[in-house]
């Protein structure tokens, strides 16, 4: 989803939020992050398939603690805003629902794995995850979040309310190691931290006439590829350092499709300049295609903010990351100056798009 489709709401919490103990990492935070760590849920639902493994009778209080829990009540919270807006009876549950989910027999052959795999994660240090992204970011920026690996029977991770109370939920899986959970919370920190600055692209690209309006909006994907560079830490860090051989492969794979993705993405910007796509509904349908599991705004964005830091340096990309257009721009100005020299040509953006799109002199 495009930055600027997103409602981010102003985050400005300096302190961590007080919370039970023993179910809670606090994080020592610093002026600019306040992040919670609530494993509550997952400890409640262990300690429940714990009782249920020794044959003790588990009581409702046991389930009343569950879910009084704050990661199940916003799950719950979640899943019907989701069964609403899809039409999907199914993507909501009720609490019989989720009670036979944790007394399932799958669930319970799965308890030591899942015990163990909490344990590594929560020795994470995802303040110092919110310290490295936040130097991919204005000096301005806030990381305000709490995270909430989950036991639960979809098998997805996802960010909630990110307006009023940004929550990343992870899908507690054993075959995630601690650094890929730590790489996964930090790629989401990053955008996060992004909104607290509030609709500062927004406000840059509102005069702009609807068509450049709407490709404008969607140059802000290319976030998901600033985030995995902010996340790896540098740009010579393997961005999927923690990821499986599979992973890894897959996105080499996709990253050497670099040239013909920003081809194919520029056609699109065209496109939708001129009218040819049709309908708004149409553009962002074509849009969408170009997530896929990390499709060209992750890979496209990943090697042009490479690209731009190495030759213009991390300040200038921080300029791109507030404002999308100019890590077109400069990325255009970086891949000129290489074609000249080298025998390998870099594809280029047009510039019809730049014409119709570029910020304005006074910006």
């Not at 919670?36 to 400890?43: F, G, H, I, P």
């Not at 409640?44 to 569950?66: K, M």
């Not at 970011?137 to 990110?162: M, Y």
């Not at 040819?276 to 170009?290: I, P, R």
Request: aromatic share 8%; net charge negative.
């Amino acid at each position: 989803m495009p930055r600027s489709l997103l409602i981010f709401g102003a985050i400005v919490g300096l302190c961590l939020t007080a919370m039970d103990p023993s179910s809670v990492a606090h994080i020592t935070p610093d002026q600019r992050i306040h992040l919670t760590l609530d494993t509550s849920e997952a400890v409640q639902t262990l300690h429940i398939l714990a009782l249920r493994t020794r044959g003790v009778p588990i009581a409702d209080s046991e389930w009343q603690t569950l879910f009084s829990t704050e990661p199940y009540q916003r799950l719950k919270k979640r899943e019907v805003e989701m069964s609403k807006a899809h039409n999907d009876p199914e993507l909501a549950f009720a609490d019989e629902d989720f009670k036979q989910f944790v007394l399932s027999d799958g669930l319970e052959k799965r308890a030591a794995d899942l015990e163990a795999t909490l344990s590594r994660w929560k020795q994470v240090d995802l303040h110092a995850s919110a310290g490295r992204v936040l130097e991919y970011l204005p000096a301005e920026a806030r990381i305000n979040a709490k995270v909430f690996p989950i036991i639960k029977p979809r098998q997805n991770s996802f960010v909630f309310e990110v307006a009023t109370d940004p929550a990343i939920f992870l899908y507690l899986d054993p075959s995630e190691s601690a650094a890929k959970f730590e790489n996964t919370v930090a790629h989401e920190l990053h955008h996060i931290g992004l909104g607290s600055i509030g609709p500062v692209y927004d406000k840059k690209i509102q005069d702009l006439p609807e068509r450049a309006h709407q490709v404008a909006e969607w140059m802000g994907a290319f976030g998901e590829g600033l985030a995995m560079l902010a996340a790896a830490g540098g740009p010579d860090a393997d961005p999927h350092a923690a990821s499986s051989a599979q992973d890894r492969a897959r996105w080499q794979h996709d990253l050497a499709n670099f040239d013909s993705d920003l081809q194919t993405v520029n056609a699109f910007f065209l496109d939708a300049l001129t009218g040819k796509l049709g309908t708004k509904e149409a553009v962002n349908e074509k849009a969408y295609t170009f997530f896929g599991i990390q499709g060209p705004w992750y890979t496209v964005g990943y090697r042009m903010a490479v690209i731009v830091e190495k030759r213009f340096g991390r300040a200038r990309l921080i300029d791109a990351i507030v404002d999308p257009r100019l890590l077109l721009l400069l990325y255009n100005q970086a891949a000129t100056e290489m074609n000249a020299t080298n025998k390998a040509q870099l594809p280029l953006w047009s510039t019809e798009v730049f014409h119709q799109c570029l910020p304005s002199p006074k910006q």
